[in-house]
Each structure stands twice: as structure tokens, then as C-alpha cells.
């Protein structure tokens, strides 16, 4: 179990260019999680996927943002034309569940630090 | 929506005390989860323990308890014997039960965190 990695770990770019982030879960778990974390603050939830299907989008994922899972293995998280409020740690979370199975707890990668010059 | 408040942003105990962090939650719903989350200064989110708000019976791992209070929606984290690897920020978040039918809401609400000073 390699657990969930995140690529890469830190990104510095200017003001008004695209970044991707990549997440790769832990192989076994179907769903997927992307937060975002500011300095002081805890995770706030953007967006998650259950195998590829993304199922629910919070109101902070802005149209500037899309995420993908296009396999259902691994996950890109996209940020156009960014801004310095994006300037955040973005983190990747994956868990085990479906329709009748209990919720299994979310497990996270080391995260990405986006800094916006 | 759901709200997770956490009043203190930082607390410090001597190496081997117990310390108590506080947690409170407002939601409508009447089955949820719990959760503490650890994030020392690698930044890596580790679950500490976990309760289902169906269950009375409080959680227990090892150094580590919960005391849950449904009805004051209150979800307080115990952690006895501290010792220096404990240091970090601890988040207490809240999930939804998902409905047998599947979908709904999946992600974590978090609290803003309090930061956990273990002093020798």
C-alpha cells in the first residue's frame, strides 16, 4: 500500500497561468477527494468522484476549476487563469465505499502547495 | 449546511498529561460521522479515531477517546499519556451518512483546527 500521492509538491507560478495537479489514489479505493487548504485554516471540500462519475461539486469550485478521473484511477485538478487567492495547499484524499457498503474513512496524500506570484 | 467549530486554536500540555480538545458540530441531520484528523508538521492528514453518531458508546484507540454528546452535539477528543509525537494540528470534521440509494453529500466539513503543543 503506497497510499495516496499527489504530484507535484509544490508549484510556484505567476498570476493568470493554468496549473494541473495530479492525484493518484490508493489502487483499491473508488472514490476520490480534492480540498483545499489555507494557511491556518482546515480542509474546505471542493469536489469528489466515485470511479469516474464526479459526483458532487462544492459552491468554492469556481468555473476557473475542473477536475477529472477519466479512468476512474487517477485524478487531475485544473486551475485556470489563476489568481492569488488560489494560493492554497490542494489535497487529495481516497476511500473505499459504494451503495451499501459502510463509509470507509478518507486517507490523504501529502498535497500540493500552489503559491501565485 | 453543516458547521464544525473548534474555540481552541491552540493548547499545551506537558509531556504525559492528558489533554482534552473541543469540538462542536450543528447539523439537521440525525445520522452522521465523526471524525479527529492529525496533521503534524509533514502536512500529511492522519484519521486519529472516528464515531458514528448511532453509536453511544464512545470511540477508543488506544491513548486516544472521544467523548460524543448527540444531544449537545459535542465531540470532544481525549488523549491521555501525551507524548512529543502527538504535536500537530488536530481537526475534527463531520460527514453525512449517504444514503442507501447512493450519492449525496461525501465530503468532509472540517473545523479551522487547534494547534497541540506537547511540552518535555
Known amino acids: 500500500d503506497t497510499g495516496v500521492s499527489q504530484d507535484p509538491r509544490h508549484k510556484i507560478t505567476k498570476r493568470g497561468q493554468n496549473v494541473t495537479f495530479r492525484c493518484d489514489p490508493i489502487?483499491?479505493?473508488?472514490?476520490l477527494y480534492w480540498y483545499r487548504q489555507t494557511l491556518g485554516q482546515g480542509p474546505e471540500f471542493l469536489t469528489y468522484?466515485?470511479?469516474?462519475?464526479?459526483?458532487?461539486k462544492s459552491r468554492l469550485l469556481s468555473d476557473r476549476f475542473s477536475a477529472e478521473r477519466p479512468k476512474g484511477s487517477f485524478s487531475t485538478l485544473e486551475i485556470q487563469r489563476t489568481e492569488q487567492g488560489d494560493s492554497a495547499m490542494y489535497l487529495c484524499?481516497?476511500?473505499?465505499?459504494?451503495?451499501?457498503?459502510?463509509?470507509?474513512?478518507?486517507?490523504f496524500g501529502d498535497g500540493t502547495r500552489l503559491s501565485i506570484l | 449546511a453543516q458547521t464544525v467549530t473548534q474555540s481552541q486554536p491552540e493548547m499545551s500540555v506537558q509531556e504525559a498529561e492528558t489533554v482534552t480538545l473541543s469540538c462542536t458540530y450543528d447539523?439537521?441531520?440525525?445520522?452522521?460521522?465523526l471524525f479527529w484528523y492529525k496533521q503534524p508538521p509533514s502536512r500529511q492528514m492522519i484519521l486519529v479515531i472516528r464515531?458514528?453518531?448511532?453509536?453511544?458508546q464512545n470511540a477508543t484507540e488506544n491513548r486516544f477517546s472521544v467523548n460524543f454528546q448527540k444531544a449537545a452535539k459535542s465531540f470532544s477528543l481525549k488523549i491521555s499519556d501525551s507524548q512529543l509525537g502527538d504535536a500537530a494540528m488536530y481537526f475534527c470534521?463531520?460527514?453525512?451518512?449517504?444514503?442507501?440509494?447512493?450519492?449525496?453529500?461525501?465530503?468532509?466539513?472540517f473545523g479551522k483546527g487547534t494547534h497541540l503543543i506537547i511540552q518535555p
Open positions: 447539523t439537521s441531520e440525525s445520522d452522521y460521522y
Open positions: 489502487s483499491e479505493h473508488n472514490r
Open positions: 484524499a481516497s476511500s473505499l465505499g459504494g451503495t451499501l457498503s459502510v463509509n470507509q474513512p478518507q486517507h
Open positions: 464515531q458514528e453518531a448511532y453509536k453511544q
Open positions: 470534521a463531520y460527514r453525512p451518512t449517504l444514503p442507501y440509494s447512493g450519492g449525496g453529500a461525501d465530503g468532509l466539513t
Open positions: 468522484f466515485q470511479n469516474e462519475a464526479q459526483l458532487e
